[in-house]
T-cell receptor
Framework: NAGVTQTPKFRVLKTGQSMTLLCAQDMNHEYMYWYRQDPGMGLRLIHYSVGEGTTAKGEVPDGYNVSRLKKQNFLLGLESAAPSQTSVYFC????????????FGPGTRLLVL | GQNIDQPTEMTATEGAIVQINCTYQTSGFNGLFWYQQHAGEAPTFLSYNVLDGLEEKGRFSSFLSRSKGYSYLLLKELQMKDSASYLCAVMDSNYQLIWGAGTKLIIKP
């Protein structure tokens, strides 16, 4: 039981390049989330999904797209990376949303030059 | 707007007790969470409060006062491994977590 996994662990991009971050969970959770964490700030929700085939915008969705084609996977895409997207990205999942703990992946460190 | 406030950094001595405070102003309230995050690692769940009062779990306790918009995390018998950031998060009326910036706890021998 691996829990929540993320790939890659670290990536360097040039401005304008694109990439996809992959999140996978083996806990059969319905809900999945993408956050970014920046120094001096709390985790901020980018996008989330309440089930296979569904996605919704969070607090800071601009510049990102997501897809949830399979229940266990949640992909975060950057179509044209910008230096402002330099951050640590965390994926999380939960069985329900109410009163429910979110389980986090190990994070992806992204540097955009 | 929604706001979660907690101290940026605290220092404590091994074996002692420390209290980390969190105040919040959110649109609705569906519970308050505390997470621990070691440097370079993912946040991990510590505690959940939805009703007023104290929840105790081993060396860690968490308190909530909804009327005051206030919570604290109490860590007893501090160990060096408790050096980490402690994140306070409130679930708002849309069932989204609003996160504080975290409190970095430094434990000295």
């Amino acid at each position: 039981n691996a829990g929540v996994t993320q790939t890659p662990k670290f990536r360097v991009l040039k401005t304008g390049q694109s990439m996809t971050l992959l999140c996978a969970q083996d806990m059969n959770h319905e809900y999945m989330y993408w956050y970014r964490q920046d120094p001096g700030m709390g985790l901020r929700l980018i996008h989330y999904s309440v089930g296979e085939g569904t996605t919704a915008k969070g607090e800071v969705p601009d510049g990102y797209n997501v897809s949830r084609l399979k229940k266990q996977n949640f992909l975060l895409g950057l179509e044209s990376a910008a230096p402002s997207q330099t951050s640590v990205y965390f994926c999380a999942s939960s069985f329900m949303v109410e009163q429910e703990t979110q389980y986090f992946g190990p994070g992806t460190r992204l540097l955009v030059l | 707007g929604q706001n979660i406030d907690q101290p940026t950094e605290m220092t404590a001595t091994e074996g002692a007790i420390v209290q980390i405070n969190c105040t919040y102003q959110t649109s609705g309230f569906n519970g308050l969470f505390w997470y621990q995050q070691h440097a370079g690692e993912a946040p991990t769940f510590l505690s959940y409060n939805v009703l007023d009062g104290l929840e105790e779990k081993g060396r860690f306790s968490s308190f909530l006062s909804r009327s005051k918009g206030y919570s604290y995390l109490l860590l007893k018998e501090l160990q060096m491994k408790d050096s980490a950031s402690y994140l306070c998060a409130v679930m708002d009326s849309n069932y989204q977590l609003i996160w504080g910036a975290g409190t970095k706890l430094i434990i000295k021998p």
